[in-house]
């Protein structure tokens, strides 16, 4: 029953916001489009390197290079949506010379590279602050 819907996500055209923050400050976040127009992205231009592949998502990318915030919004040519398929992750790297990055992707809706989204690793120290909590109510509760 999901598969065609599957097809049908595949093939037809997502439109996506399209900024750098460098060259643009109302791409950072809190994200601002009013002056910005969306992209379809069947009308990118298909990568040199990639020159089979159709831009199929959006894309956010969140950069902390020597301690500067840089947002890029583009339509996206491979991978998936999300983590493992969950948009409402990104992934998340960080590098040598005091560099980070987080990396979103989705295709759910026209201009889905708008919001912050989740990272894993966020989610799982929420989870052990609430643990720490209720433990610790739990103990006052029985001394």
């Known amino acids: 029953m999901l598969q065609p819907y599957t097809i049908f996500k595949k093939g037809s055209a997502i439109k996506c916001w399209e900024c750098r923050s460098d060259s643009d400050p109302k791409c950072a976040d809190p994200f601002d489009n009013s002056t910005l127009s969306i992209t379809d992205c069947k009308q990118v231009e298909r990568k040199e390197h990639l020159p089979e592949a159709q831009a199929t998502m959006c894309r956010k990318i969140r950069q902390k290079v020597h301690g500067e915030w840089r947002y890029f919004r583009s339509c ?65 509760r029985h001394v």
């Open 76 to 140: 996206a040519f491979m991978g998936e949506p999300g983590i493992e398929g969950d948009e409402r992750f990104c992934l998340m790297r960080s590098g040598t010379y005091n560099i980070f990055m987080e990396y979103c992707t989705c295709n759910s809706k026209d201009g889905c590279n708008t919001a912050s989204l989740r990272s894993p690793a966020v989610l799982t120290v929420l989870g052990a602050l609430l643990l720490v909590i209720l433990s610790t109510v739990n103990y006052i």
